[in-house]
């Protein structure tokens, strides 16, 4: 499967883009509308990049005590139900006056949600799709969350302006409930993809077997940390510019969603073996850039170049899957996802720290030299572990 006419051609890949097209939309537009919110009242960069990447900095503890559920509820009911709580807890950060501690607790339960959901979705792709497909449909996914970044994060900035922090709030759950709409209405029925009943006890024994591999282990690092770092460089854009901030984040999808196109689609895969190297590296070079205090043109010129870079993951991905079992992969793919965005998180709370002494231009320059780091030392160990597809 290599064109976008036999993807769209399976039956059920339409409504699961359909439901991940309203999911990012509403992660978006809920992301900058909080992070605008809390920027405002605090004046705080430390607490703007948490507000935005909280709950991802919660999914280790989703991935750690509830990931066995993703492969083992229906995927359907699952993928509804994940949405509806989602949209609650949306709505819920909408309320006005609502306690610090009960917004904390609001941004745990989200992160929570979500780190079972990426597993389900990505899991659900392996079992529409035959496997050949597997790379253009987590392609196209990854397109999808590109492009509504990019419009999400201009279409928030307007809603911000336009309905206030706490109406985009509500239009995020609107959009996480027509997801669940979508799953619910159009995907069909599915046992799950492995027997016994979700617990923490199974979660650890899966993320023990999955982490025992060390061919396994290299690719989760290399998801993990450098695009992480690179996303707590993104996190600090509100102090960075608070007026084009939206920008910056449009630009940074809009590179992502340029480098998972080529990447997806039109790259060989002798080719893309070639280039995953190097699309590392891209991802945080350009970053470097802010401790020269450059134009605005020239910031967004090199955050559009470095996101091209985030192409790298999805190459990584293929990777994974060829290294699991398939009653692993759910599993595999949500710790893969709650791994990433609990990094994100960790990295949005280390690179709020830095600016808060220093710039927030010192801020990224300096996660993105962490980034570089940890690239080139993850080099040699995934060069020479080689993938064996369904490897224990």
């Known amino acids: 499967m290599r064109t976008y006419r036999e993807l769209f051609a399976s039956p059920e890949f339409t409504p699961l883009f359909a439901a991940a097209t309203a999911h990012s939309a509403a992660t978006t537009v809920s992301g900058l509308a909080l992070s605008t919110l809390v920027y405002t009242a605090t004046g705080s960069p430390l607490l703007s990049a948490l507000s935005m990447f909280g709950p991802s900095l919660v999914q280790v503890v989703g991935a750690t005590t509830l990931l066995s559920a993703a492969d083992r509820l229906p995927p359907r009911a699952a993928t509804a139900g994940l949405a509806l709580a989602s ?17 904390v607790l609001v941004v745990v339960a989200l992160g929570l949600v979500a780190s079972v959901g990426g597993g389900v979705r990505h899991g659900l792709l392996g079992e529409i799709l035959p496997r050949d497909g597997y790379l253009i449909g987590r392609s196209v996914l990854n397109m999808t969350s590109g492009t509504m970044q990019v419009l999400g994060f201009a279409a928030g900035a307007a809603l911000v302006a336009g309905l206030s922090a706490r109406g985009t709030l509500l239009t995020g759950a609107a959009l996480h409930l027509t997801a669940a709409a979508v799953a619910y209405l159009r995907l069909s029925p599915r046992p799950p993809r492995a027997q016994g009943r979700p617990s923490v006890a199974q979660t650890w024994r899966t993320n023990a077997r999955l ?26 854009f509100v102090p960075y510019t608070p007026q084009n901030a939206g920008v910056l984040l449009s630009v940074a999808a809009l590179g992502m969603l340029a480098g998972d196109t080529v990447t997806g689609r039109f790259l060989s895969a002798a080719w893309r073996r070639r280039l995953e190297p190097f699309l590392r590296l891209l991802l945080a070079v350009p970053y470097l850039v802010f401790l020269l205090d450059p134009a605005f043109p020239v910031v967004a010129a090199a955050v559009l170049v470095a996101s091209y870079g985030y192409s790298a993951t999805l190459l990584l991905t293929e990777r994974l899957m060829a290294l699991t079992p398939g009653d692993m992969q759910g599993q595999a793919l949500g710790l893969h996802s709650s791994g990433m965005l609990a990094m994100q998180g960790v990295a949005a709370a280390l690179a709020g720290t830095v600016a808060q002494h220093t710039s927030p231009a010192t801020g990224m320059a300096v996660m993105a030299a962490a980034s570089i780091a940890v690239t080139l030392a993850l080099a040699p160990a995934l060069r020479t572990a080689a993938p064996k597809t369904g490897a224990l």
Do not use: D, K, Q
């Open 87 to 103: 949209a609650a807890g949306t709505a819920a950060l909408a309320t006005p006056g609502l306690p610090g501690w009960a917004g």
């Open 211 to 236: 982490w025992s591999s060390p061919p396994r282990r290299y690719v989760y690092l290399a998801l993990w940390v450098p695009n992480g770092l690179i996303v707590g460089c993104e996190s600090l």
